[in-house]
């Protein structure tokens, strides 16, 4: 109940803020580029379009919302509440995704794609992976400006070698760079194993590691040293 709630609240915060709204303009306007285009780089311009906005919007705006959130108090009032860490970045984490897996649904029947279910899988680890980089980032920020320059090395070794991979420059060795394991999945040309269990691997440890990080912001937000 305690969890359903905050993700009620973390939707709510988003739609209030026209996250929804943003990303129906978008889809639109993504979905006119892709009618546009040759059937023969649909695909491909699909998933880059769906790997750099949607999957990755965590890393974008994820500055904006925490940094409302401290300004209206909200991180303060969390400081004092029985929500646990875990719980906070998990609605993150599903709240976003869910606007991703939405607006990747749609891009990926446009350039129709013939593995959905593995575009939508690909689409909810990379946002997972970037929404969590983008926490992590969120918690030791004091301005958007300071948020967007520490996210430009995560932006660097996330879109550069799954679009090149995308492209087959990367290789064998590619497909297990989980960036680039991610982007095979969304493009619906392949699956690698060994890339899916370092990609889980990854997405644990940044899931601890953005726990940690919320847990001590809650600590100096409430004004306590723990």
Same mark, same amino acid.
């Given at each position: 109940m305690r969890f359903r709630n905050l993700l009620a609240w973390d939707m709510r915060f988003q739609a209030r803020y026209g996250f929804y709204l943003l990303y129906g303009f978008l889809t639109i306007f993504y979905m006119a580029v892709l009618f546009a285009l040759p059937s023969s780089v649909k695909s491909k311009v699909a /998933?880059?379009?769906? +790997?750099?906005?949607? /999957? /990755?919007? %965590?890393?974008? +705006?994820? %500055?904006a919302i925490v940094l409302l959130e401290k300004s209206q108090r909200v991180t303060s009032f969390m400081a004092i509440t029985p929500i646990k860490a875990f719980e906070y970045v998990s609605s993150k984490v599903l709240s976003l995704n869910a606007i991703a897996l939405v607006v990747a649904a749609v891009l990926s029947i446009v350039s129709g794609t013939k593995s959905l279910g593995l575009a939508l899988f690909g689409t909810f680890l990379a946002g997972s992976v970037f929404t969590l980089f983008g926490v992590i980032v969120a918690t030791k920020t004091s301005s958007l400006n300071q948020f967007l320059l520490l996210t430009i090395p995560v932006e660097i070794f996330g879109f550069v070698p799954a679009i090149l991979h995308l492209f087959g420059v990367s290789g064998v060795w590619g497909r297990i760079y989980p960036a680039s394991a991610c982007m095979e999945m969304v493009a619906g040309s392949g699956i690698s194993v060994i890339g899916i269990l370092l990609t889980l691997i990854l997405i644990g440890f940044l899931a601890y590691a953005a726990c940690r990080c919320v847990e001590k912001m809650w600590q100096e937000q409430g004004g306590v040293k723990i």
């Open positions: /998933a880059m379009l769906i +790997f750099s906005d949607p /999957a /990755a919007m %965590g890393l974008f +705006f994820m %500055g």
